[in-house]
């Protein structure tokens, strides 16, 4: 149950990444979409010392804060999606929040839930 959540998590992230990293016109929708805050800022000097390898850096720094990005929080990934990606997500991925929970329980909890019951997955 928890691997299957777990792929859908890690294919988001791993199909967001991919095409922000590999696509300018999603890189500069990135660079000017995203919500920075809490982001280190950066001055002229720092910048200038990268000499050529300025791009580079920027590079980096956003595949850094892309891979702390927490894609298992649906409302957010579908954000992303629609404000970089220019991509609806279909609404019935927030049907997933529930069974997101649930993994994070099996994973976090050794099974339970916050208030210590245990979690019951049955097939359908």
Not at 40 to 58: A, H, P, S, T, V
């Given at each position: 149950y928890g691997s299957v959540i777990t792929a859908l998590e890690s294919y988001l992230g791993d199909a967001f990444k991919y095409h922000v990293i590999?696509?300018?016109?999603?890189?500069?929708?990135?660079?000017?979409?995203?919500?920075?805050?809490?982001?280190?800022?950066?001055?002229?000097?720092?910048?200038?010392?990268?000499?050529?390898?300025?791009?580079?850096?920027?590079?980096?720094?956003?595949?850094e804060i892309m891979n702390n990005i927490i894609f298992h929080k649906v409302k957010l990934v579908t954000e992303l999606y629609k404000q970089i990606l220019n991509i609806d997500l279909p609404y019935t991925i927030m049907d997933?929040?529930?069974?997101?929970?649930?993994?994070?329980?099996?994973?976090?909890?050794?099974?339970?839930?916050?208030?210590?019951?245990?979690?019951?997955?049955?097939?359908?």
């Open positions: 590999n696509n300018k016109s999603y890189f500069y929708s990135f660079l000017k979409n995203y919500d920075f805050k809490g982001e280190k800022k950066y001055d002229l000097r720092e910048l200038g010392l990268q000499g050529n390898k300025i791009g580079e850096f920027i590079e980096n720094k956003i595949k997933f929040k529930d069974s997101i929970q649930k993994r994070h329980d099996i994973f976090h909890r050794n099974g339970k839930n916050i208030a210590g019951i245990d979690i019951d997955i049955e097939s359908s």
